[in-house]
């Protein structure tokens, strides 16, 4: 299960409201994209419903529990940001074990799992070298394997791609498609990019300075954008 609701979710930082009544349901094993101009509050929204900022209100709902007040750890859902964040002195199999030498798992449920990922991810022949070695693409897929020996319900991704280069973000972009169909988990996906959004999401969410301009399938989006924000942003200037 990774069911997402929020509702009137605000978020001020002094007297500057940057997410403005955010309200939206994200089903169990969506793929849902946040798409919008840099500043418009896509970063903030994610990290609240991480639970690495506090809401200034409204409600953060998984699977039926109000989490607002609950730690990131316990609410069962891992994060990838765009700066991967790596141990450069460890190796591959232990930046991807970290998570779970944090919860004190054993020497055999870590083998296990970080196999499973490094196997998920095409990281099997990697495991032994250090970040240094690894191309862009090949980091970022470290980053991800951290996140899924988690087993969240839910993933949130932070403009993951934005530092790799045109091409591997078309081979990434199909990767984290091929993984979403594998994993079956729920994917909230954040970018500034709209061809990431209109060929990776279920449903796209387009945000305008804090507040959702539109929320549709992306098809929907381009053939039906309901104000001309969206249908600049979308790329359909009719
Ligand atoms: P995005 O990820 O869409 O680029 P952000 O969520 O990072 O946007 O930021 C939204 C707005 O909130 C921006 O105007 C940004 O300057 C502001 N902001 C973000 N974090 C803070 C903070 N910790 N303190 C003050 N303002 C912030
Ligand atoms: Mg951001």
Known sequence: MGQLTLKNV????????????????????????????????????LRMVAGL???SGGDIVIDGQRVNDLPPVKRGIAMVFQSYALYPHMSVYENIAFPLRVERASEEVIREK?????????????????PGMLSGGQRQRV???????????????????????????????????????????????????????????????VLNAGYIAQVGAPLELYHKPQNAFVARFIGNPR
């Open 114 to 130: 970080v196999e499973s990922a490094a196997a998920i991810l095409h990281l099997d022949q990697r495991l032994q070298q250090k």
């Open 53 to 55: 900022e506090h809401t």
């Open 10 to 45: 605000v978020k001020s930082f002094g007297q500057i409201e940057v997410v403005k009544h955010v309200s939206l349901e994200v089903q169990d094993g969506e793929f849902v994209v946040f798409v919008g101009p840099s500043g418009c509050g896509k970063s903030t929204l």
């Open 143 to 205: 980053a991800i394997g951290r996140a899924i020996v988690r087993e969240p319900k839910i993933f949130l991704f932070d403009e993951p791609l934005s530092n790799l280069d045109a091409a591997l973000r078309a081979d990434m972009r199909i990767e984290l498609t091929r993984l979403h169909k594998q994993l079956g988990a729920t994917m909230i996906y954040v970018t500034h990019d709209q061809v990431e959004a209109m060929t990776m999401a279920d449903r796209i969410v």
